[in-house]
C-alpha cells in the first residue's frame, strides 16, 4: 500500500486569501498568549531525575550494600569497614572501565592493625566525559553520578573531585534520594521540585 | 523677518520631536520585537533588567557602547564607516515628509505636524528607499569578508527588484489621490471619505510584501540568513555599529515604511472608515488629540503584524523571492495600475 505524505497543493482561491499564511498565523498567535513554559535558571532550578549523569559521589558505608558481593571484597582484600566513610574497595575497576584511565587517583593505605582502606581518591573532572562506564563497573555500588550539574569552577583545581568532596556527595545523595524509584523524565513529577534543598554548595570556590 | 523667526522655531521643534520619537521609540521597539518573539515562542523574554526588561534596551546600549571597536584587515576603513552614515540617514529622512497629524494652531501659529510637506513626498521616501542599497552593498564590500559580500549581494538584488515593485503598488493609490505630497493623499482620503486599501487591496498586499522585502523581515531575511550566512552584510562590524544595522534596517524602516502604507492605504490619521459613508471615530472624548493617536496605532498596528508575520514564517529561496517579484507581483501591480487608470476617471470624481 502506498501511503501518500504530501498534502494536497493549494486550490486557487486558497493561494489568493493567503491559507497557508492564515494557519501559520493563527497558531504563532494561539501560542503567543498562553502561559510561559520557561523556568528562571538561576532563580528557579529543576531537580534532574535521578539517573541524571552529574558529578560523582562516594556512598558510603550504611548498611545498605550489595550483598554479598560487598562482605565478598571486604575479605578478599581486608578492608577496614567504617560505619559514615566510604565504601570503596580500591579494586581499580573503575580506573579500567574509564576511557580516560588518567583521570583516577587512587591509592589504599595499610592500617596498623593489618587492614586496608581507601586514602587517596581523585577524580580530574577535566577530563571526564561523564560516560559513566566506572559507575556500571563499580561492584560494591560506592561510585555513582549524582543530579549536581552546577559544575562550573573559577579555577581548574576545585574541578577534582577528592575523597572528602566525594564522600560528601554520597551522604547528601543518600539524604535526599537514595529511596527514590527511578523514573524517566517524562513521567517525573520529582523534576518539579526546586533544587534549592541540596546541602552542598559545590565546587567550594578559592579565592 | 518674524515669520521667518517663527518659521525657524517651529521647523526645529519638529525635528527635534521626529528624532526623538523616531531614535528613542527605535531603541525600545528592539524590547517590543523580542517580547513579541519570546511570547510566541511561549519563552518570556527579558525580564531580569528592569520591570519586565524594561530597561533592557538602555542595557543593550550601555554595552554595545563599551565593546571594542573592531576593524577587519584589509577593508577599506572610509567605506566601512560611510556605509553607517548612508544607512542611518535616508532611513531618518523617511520622516521628513510623513504627516502625523492634520493641521493645529499653537499660540496662534499655524502648525502641520510634517517636518516638509514637499509636493514630491511619496518620490522622496521611494528616493531615499533606494539609498539604502548602497549603504548595504557599501557595507559588504567595505567588510574584505565572504560573508558580508553575498548578504550584501542578495540585498542589493532584493532591494532593487522590490523597489520596482513597491513604487508600481503606491502608484494605484496616487492616482486616485492625483497628487504626490503625502499630505494631500490623506488629505483627499478623507474628503473622498474612503481609504483606499477598499479600492487597493491587491496594491496593499503587495506594498506589505515588499515592505517586508525591502526592510529585510523574514520570509525574505534571506541576505540575513543566520543559519547560512551568520548575520549577512554586518557580520564584520562590532559594537554600536553592528547595532546600528539592525535598528536602522528592522526598526526605523519598518516604522518608516508602515507609515508611508498608513498614509496610501489606511488613511493617514483618519478614524475608522466605512467605505462611502464615512468616519467613525470610537475615540472622539480625546478631542484634537485623536487623530494623532489613530495614527500612532494604526503604524503600531501594522508594525506589531509585521513582527507576527517575522516570528511566524519561514525563509524562502534567494530564486523564490525574486521570482516572486518579478513574474508574480509585478505583473499584478500593473495590471492594477492599469485598471485604475482606465476605471478611475470614468467612476471617479
Same mark, same amino acid.
Request: contains cysteine; hydrophobic residues 40%.
Given at each position: 500500500?502506498?501511503?501518500?505524505?504530501?498534502?494536497?497543493?493549494?486550490?486557487w482561491i486558497e493561494r489568493i486569501i493567503f491559507l497557508d499564511f492564515i494557519r501559520g498565523l493563527s497558531i504563532t498567535i494561539r501560542q503567543a498568549f498562553r502561559k510561559t513554559i520557561t523556568t528562571h535558571y538561576p532563580y528557579e532550578k529543576l531537580t534532574p531525575p535521578k539517573r541524571f549523569r552529574g558529578f560523582f559521589g562516594h556512598k558510603?558505608?550504611?548498611?545498605?550494600?550489595?550483598?554479598?558481593?560487598?562482605?565478598?571484597?571486604?575479605?578478599?582484600?581486608?578492608?577496614?569497614?567504617?560505619?559514615?566513610?566510604?565504601?570503596?574497595?580500591?579494586?581499580?575497576?573503575?580506573? #579500567?572501565?574509564?576511557? *580516560?584511565?588518567? &583521570?583516577?587517583?587512587? +591509592?589504599?593505605?595499610?592500617?596498623?592493625?593489618? @587492614? %586496608? !582502606?581507601?586514602?587517596?581518591?581523585?577524580?580530574?573532572?577535566?577530563?571526564?566525559?561523564f560516560c559513566g562506564f566506572c559507575v556500571d563497573a563499580c561492584p560494591v555500588d560506592c561510585l555513582f553520578?549524582?543530579?549536581?550539574?552546577?559544575?562550573?569552577?573559577?579555577? #581548574?583545581?576545585?574541578? *577534582?573531585?577528592? &575523597?572528602?568532596?566525594? +564522600?560528601?556527595?554520597?551522604?547528601?545523595?543518600? @539524604? %535526599? !534520594?537514595?529511596?527514590?524509584?527511578?523514573?524517566?523524565?517524562?513521567?517525573?513529577?520529582?523534576?518539579?521540585?526546586?533544587?534549592?534543598?541540596?546541602?552542598?554548595?559545590?565546587?567550594?570556590?578559592?579565592? | 523677518m518674524e515669520g521667518l523667526v517663527i518659521w525657524l522655531i517651529v521647523t526645529f521643534v519638529k525635528i527635534l520631536v521626529i528624532l526623538g520619537i523616531v531614535l528613542g521609540v527605535g531603541a525600545y521597539l528592539t524590547l517590543v520585537e523580542r517580547k513579541v518573539a519570546a511570547h510566541i515562542q511561549r519563552r518570556p523574554g527579558p525580564m531580569v533588567v528592569g520591570w519586565h526588561g524594561l530597561l533592557q534596551p538602555l542595557a543593550d546600549g550601555l554595552k554595545l557602547l563599551t565593546k571594542e571597536d573592531l576593524f577587519p584587515r584589509y577593508g577599506n576603513r572610509f567605506l566601512y564607516n560611510l556605509a553607517l552614515v548612508l544607512a542611518l540617514v535616508p532611513a531618518t529622512l523617511v520622516f521628513a515628509v510623513i504627516p502625523f497629524g492634520p493641521e493645529f494652531e499653537v499660540f496662534g501659529v499655524k502648525v502641520k505636524p510634517i517636518l516638509t510637506d514637499v509636493n514630491i513626498g511619496l518620490l522622496?521616501?521611494?528616493?531615499?528607499?533606494?539609498?539604502?542599497?548602497?549603504?548595504?552593498?557599501?557595507?559588504?564590500?567595505?567588510?574584505?569578508?565572504?560573508?558580508?559580500?553575498?548578504?550584501?549581494?542578495?540585498?542589493?538584488?532584493?532591494?532593487?527588484?522590490?523597489?520596482?515593485?513597491?513604487?508600481f503598488a503606491a502608484m494605484g493609490p496616487l492616482i486616485l489621490a492625483g497628487t504626490l505630497s503625502t499630505y494631500h493623499i490623506v488629505q483627499s482620503q478623507i474628503e473622498q471619505g474612503l481609504w483606499y486599501v477598499w479600492l487597493q487591496p491587491i496594491a496593499f498586499v503587495v506594498y506589505m510584501f515588499a515592505m517586508l522585502a525591502e526592510t529585510g523581515r523574514v520570509p525574505f531575511d534571506i541576505q540575513e540568513a543566520e543559519a547560512e550566512l551568520v548575520t549577512g552584510f554586518t557580520v564584520e562590524y562590532g559594537g554600536m555599529k553592528f547595532g546600528l544595522f539592525p535598528l536602522v534596517e528592522w526598526y526605523i524602516e519598518v516604522l518608516s515604511l508602515s507609515a508611508i502604507a498608513v498614509v496610501l492605504f489606511l488613511g493617514g490619521w483618519s478614524p475608522i472608515n466605512i467605505p462611502f459613508l464615512g468616519f467613525v471615530d470610537p475615540l472622539f472624548f480625546l478631542g484634537p488629540l485623536s487623530p494623532f493617536i489613530w495614527f500612532i496605532l494604526k503604524v503600531s498596528l501594522l508594525f506589531l503584524f509585521v513582527l507576527w508575520l517575522h516570528w511566524t514564517l519561514p525563509r524562502y529561496r534567494i530564486d523564490q523571492i525574486t521570482e516572486t517579484a518579478w513574474k508574480v507581483m509585478l505583473p499584478l501591480t500593473l495590471l492594477n495600475i492599469l485598471l485604475t487608470a482606465i476605471l478611475a476617471p470614468i467612476l471617479w470624481r
Open positions: 500500500m502506498v501511503k501518500r505524505v504530501f498534502e494536497k497543493p493549494l486550490s558510603v558505608v550504611d548498611g545498605k550494600e550489595p550483598q554479598p558481593a560487598f562482605d565478598e571484597w571486604v575479605e578478599r582484600f581486608k578492608i577496614k569497614v567504617e560505619h559514615g566513610k566510604s565504601r570503596c574497595v580500591v579494586c581499580m575497576l573503575c580506573k #579500567r572501565a574509564c576511557p *580516560v584511565p588518567q &583521570l583516577f587517583e587512587i +591509592e589504599g593505605e595499610k592500617l596498623p592493625d593489618g @587492614r %586496608r !582502606r581507601v586514602s587517596v581518591f581523585n577524580m580530574n573532572m577535566m577530563l571526564c566525559t553520578q549524582s543530579d549536581i550539574h552546577e559544575t562550573a569552577s573559577y579555577t #581548574r583545581k576545585d574541578s *577534582v573531585l577528592d &575523597l572528602e568532596v566525594l +564522600e560528601r556527595i554520597g551522604r547528601d545523595w543518600q @539524604r %535526599r !534520594r537514595e529511596e527514590e524509584p527511578d523514573r524517566i523524565w517524562i513521567d517525573d513529577h520529582q523534576r518539579q521540585r526546586l533544587w534549592h534543598e541540596n546541602h552542598l554548595q559545590l565546587p567550594e570556590v578559592k579565592q | 522622496l521616501v521611494f528616493a531615499l528607499g533606494s539609498m539604502a542599497v548602497f549603504a548595504i552593498a557599501l557595507a559588504g564590500w567595505a567588510s574584505n569578508s565572504k560573508y558580508a559580500l553575498i548578504g550584501s549581494m542578495r540585498k542589493a538584488g532584493i532591494v532593487i527588484s522590490y523597489e520596482v515593485v513597491i513604487t
